[in-house]
Structures are given as C-alpha cells and as structure tokens.
T-cell receptor, first 115, second 112 residues
Framework: EPEVTQTPSHQVTQMGQEVILRCVPISNHLYFYWYRQILGQKVEFLVSFYNNEISEKSEIFDDQFSVERPDGSNFTLKIRSTKLEDSAMYFC?????????????FGEGSRLTVL | DQQVKQNSPSLSVQEGRISILNCDYTNSMFDYFLWYKKYPAEGPTFLISISSIKDKNEDGRFTVFLNKSAKHLSLHIVPSQPGDSAVYFCAASQGGSEKLVFGKGMKLTVNP
C-alpha cells in the first residue's frame, strides 16, 4: 500500500541551527501538507502546498519556515533558525483529490528536538 | 483557541462493548468533520468523515453522528476490539480550506 515516508525519524539540533525535514508523498497525490504536534498538545496545521506553491498557511508558519518541492518526489520543510519551542513531532501528509476532502495520508512523523 | 474540543482525555471499554468518543466544536462555519486514529510512533490514519449535510455516516463498525445544532459529533465503535486501542482525533474543516483543525485527542483502551 502506498505510504508517505519521512526522514529523519528523529533529529536533535542546537537552537539557532537550520533544519530540513524531508517527505516523500504518495506518488500520484497533488496536495501536500505539514502539521506538527508539540508534546501533549493537539496536531496543528502549518502549511498546504499545491501546484508548486503554498496554498494556505497558519500563523505558526512565519518567515522562519519554508517549504519546497525540489523535484517530482520530495517535499521539504525548512526551519531557518530553530527555537526551543519548535521542538515537536512534524507530520507530512498528502492527498490525492480535492484538497479539502480531509482524507489526508500522514507519514510517521519526524521528531525534532531543539536544545 | 480550541475550536475543536475533545473534553475526555481517555476512555476504557471492554472488548465487544460499544465505544463512544465525543467531540464538540465552536466554529459554526465548519462543514466537514473527520476522525483520525493514531498508534504510537505512527502518523494519524483517516478513519471516517461526515459532511455537514448529513447527520450520520457508517462504515463497518464505525459510525459518526453529527448534531449541528449542538455543534457536537460522536464516533461509535461497535463492537470494540483490542486493536482499536489508540488515540482518536476529531478534526474539522470549513468550505474550501485545506486546513484541518484537530482536537487534542482521546486515548481509547479496549480491554480483552
């Protein structure tokens, strides 16, 4: 069964460092997303991406964050200068049809720990 | 800003019995609701959804009920199985938005 894959599964970084989280969405999907879950809190929407551009973003997704689809398969989230509060599980997701059906397929997540 | 609320953090039921998971929302513009299930060390997995034009949607052992006037939805699992033990998230979206708003989740434990 097709799945969304994410790397790394866990990354530890120092505050102020740049981090890139990588995702390979399901191959025929058109919509791509990043969500995050801070420990003990709810899953929060960060950004959606369609047709090679950001289609929607939350207030969390400030100038420190960027997304890119550098080739036909990868979808990346970059955090330019990490802060302690960026520590969270980051989930990539993709969907195939219209973006708002909600039937997102999530990856297993990348745990980011900022020290 | 808790637009989607799952007020009970956990629920424990016996195998074979019914599990009822509740969810409340505050944003009357939400028109699509979903339940996701999450096992440890995995991402959320879509379970079932319902559009605001319906009040019930059923898929096998899973039924979601929507009460728009009360801004309340519930997920019924019957019969519950030990493999259903997971964290369940309620989520909602509003027309045209790709953003899902999640609740905090509820941990369901089904005891053999």
């Amino acid at each position: 069964e097709p799945e969304v894959t994410q790397t790394p599964s866990h990354q530890v970084t120092q505050m102020g460092q740049e981090v890139i989280l990588r995702c390979v969405p399901i191959s025929n999907h058109l919509y791509f997303y990043w969500y995050r879950q801070i420990l003990g809190q709810k899953v929060e929407f960060l950004v959606s991406f369609y047709n090679n551009e950001i289609s929607e973003k939350s207030e969390i997704f400030d100038d420190q964050f960027s997304v890119e689809r550098p080739d036909g398969s990868n979808f990346t989230l970059k955090i330019r200068s990490t802060k302690l509060e960026d520590s969270a599980m980051y989930f990539c997701a993709s969907s195939g049809g219209t973006g708002n059906t909600g039937e997102l397929f999530f990856g297993e997540g990348s745990r980011l720990t900022v020290l | 800003d808790q637009q989607v609320k799952q007020n009970s953090p956990s629920l424990s039921v016996q195998e074979g019995r019914i599990s009822i998971l509740n969810c409340d929302y505050t944003n009357s513009m939400f028109d699509y609701f979903l339940w996701y299930k999450k096992y440890p060390a995995e991402g959320p997995t879509f379970l079932i959804s319902i559009s605001s034009i319906k009040d019930k949607n059923e898929d096998g052992r899973f039924t979601v009920f929507l009460n728009k006037s009360a801004k309340h939805l519930s997920l019924h699992i019957v019969p519950s199985q030990p493999g259903d033990s997971a964290v369940y998230f309620c989520a909602a979206s509003q027309g045209g938005s790709e953003k899902l708003v999640f609740g905090k989740g509820m941990k369901l434990t089904v005891n053999p």
